[in-house]
């Protein structure tokens, strides 16, 4: 056992008040971030159950550090010198600003959402590309089948957007079963068949947060079926800088565990007046879903009907429904 003086025992205590303050800094923080809700800008709603657990560690070491402060006796020390403290008051500074300074962040800078200039980094996910693959290596028979109305289909989205309007009545009184054999034949598995019979029932898609992911995948796997109806979403604005001056994204984030994984997903949308909305401001629109032929990919584009300023939600994220649809329901 390891014997300090006075003067030794003064230093050690400055060091675990110091410590200690950190700690009930950061316990602090946490909480904070958790009371207000804004932990929901940095984590994934299954990883903030670690954010909890974390909360409490940090009290239960706060409290361990005053006590080990405030009852340490004179000349006791068990460590036999393996936890050395800084040797000067410059050292201490650096070691402990260290530690300061996030702190000094996190109270201080306002919380920020993920926007357009993360975006640019992260790049964009459309409605186009694999999951036009996976259609295509799952319907060989179909599409040998079919041949002759694809072909005509294709002509048909050369010639321009000529697919016939579906009227909220027609949607809503399409059977069941007739719609559920319609999507199921295409073989991509239950949980989209389910979704897409969902969407397709509905007058007007309401493409919220909970589906927001999950429909854009249902827009890419059937854009001619979905082509001509309703659709309200609401997103932030994101533009590409090889964009014409009426398009614009509704987009949104996704994070899967925490903001450093995010990436970003979105509808392209076409507005007259798509120029006056600000980039990265939050707008819900209302319009319909046409088929365009973009890039040598057949897309849904949402051609806008009206654009309504809104606030950014408490969550500005989505998340893919890897469960059933029932966990989407209010």
Not at 99 to 113: D, H, R, S, T
Not at 145 to 173: C, D, T, V, Y
Not at 238 to 252: E, G, S
Request: hydrophobic letters at 45%; proline letters at 5%; glycine letters at 8%.
């Amino acid at each position: 056992m390891k014997r300090i003086g006075k003067a030794g025992q003064r230093n050690e205590k400055w060091h675990h008040y110091l410590r200690s303050l950190l700690l009930v800094g950061f316990t602090l923080l946490l909480a904070k971030l958790i009371w207000t809700e804004q932990i929901n800008l940095y984590l994934a709603p299954r990883m903030r159950v670690f954010a909890y657990v974390t909360l409490g560690v940090f009290a239960v070491l706060t409290f361990a550090g005053f006590r080990q402060a405030v009852g340490s006796k004179e000349g006791d020390c068990a460590c036999a010198g393996e936890h050395r403290l800084p040797s000067n008051g410059w050292k201490s500074a650096i070691v402990y600003g260290l530690f300061l300074l996030p702190l000094v962040m996190g109270f201080a800078m306002p919380e920020k959402i993920l926007g357009s200039e993360v975006a640019e980094k992260r790049g964009l996910n459309l409605l186009s590309g694999e999951s036009k693959v996976l259609q295509a290596a799952a319907q060989p028979a179909a599409d040998g089948e079919s041949g002759g109305a694809a072909s005509g289909a294709e002509a048909n989205l050369q010639a321009g957007p000529a697919e016939p309007e579906r009227s909220p009545s027609q949607a809503s009184s399409a059977a069941d079963a007739e719609v559920r054999e319609r999507f199921a034949a295409a073989g991509f598995g239950d949980v989209y068949t389910d979704i897409a019979v969902r969407l397709y029932q509905q007058p007007i898609i309401h493409l919220d947060e909970k589906l927001f992911l999950d429909g854009l995948t249902a827009f890419d796997l059937f854009p001619r079926e979905f082509a001509g109806h309703k659709l309200r979403t609401m997103g932030f604005v994101y533009r590409q800088p090889d964009f014409k001056q009426n398009q614009f994204v509704v987009a949104r984030f996704s994070v899967s565990c925490c903001t450093a994984d995010a990436s970003v997903y979105g509808l392209l949308a076409e507005a007259p007046d798509a120029g006056q909305l600000a980039t990265d401001s939050w707008v819900e629109v209302d319009g319909t879903l046409r088929l365009r032929s973009i890039n040598g990919f057949e897309m849904l584009v949402l051609e806008v009907d009206s654009v309504k300023p809104v606030e950014a939600p408490e969550d500005p994220y989505v998340y893919f429904n890897f469960g059933t649809l029932d966990s989407t329901k209010e």
